[in-house]
């Protein structure tokens, strides 16, 4: 699903979930993309967290070497999440929230002659 970085050095590492978000979704494959929009909100807390998060924090440095992006997940706590939020999982919904803008299935009205 996701592509590991091949380097990981403070200065070139994401400093902001937006970044993140980006790159995240574009390594997603559309069939990935469109089977992450169908799942509801428990969904995703109960079946994408763990793997996900795990990769997160060590990819994108949430285990303490990114304060950058610490402080981005943390500006969303009280606001958009609960203030308890863990920052993987503010970069894992706001991800999902993309994605569900753009991956929603539609009826789409059929042109007849």
């Known amino acids: 699903m996701f592509q590991p970085l091949n380097t990981i050095t403070p200065g070139t590492l994401p400093q902001t979930v937006e970044e993140v978000v980006e790159i995240m ?21 109960s079946t994408v967290y763990l793997p996900m998060a795990k990769i997160l924090r060590r990819e ?3 285990f303490g070497n990114n304060h950058s992006l610490i ?15 863990d920052p993987a999982m503010v970069i894992i919904k706001e991800l999902w929230k993309k994605i569900r803008g753009g991956h929603r299935l539609r009826l789409v009205p059929r042109n007849t002659p």
Not at 25 to 45: A, H, Q
Not at 71 to 85: H, I, P, W
Request: hydrophobic letters at 30%; proline letters at 0%; aromatic letters at 16%.
């Open 25 to 45: 979704y574009g390594d997603l494959s559309l069939r990935d993309r469109v089977i992450l929009s169908k799942f509801s909100e428990s969904e995703l807390d």
């Open 71 to 85: 402080a981005s997940c943390k500006s969303y706590l009280g606001t958009e999440y609960d203030q308890f939020e």
């Open 60 to 62: 994108f440095g949430l």
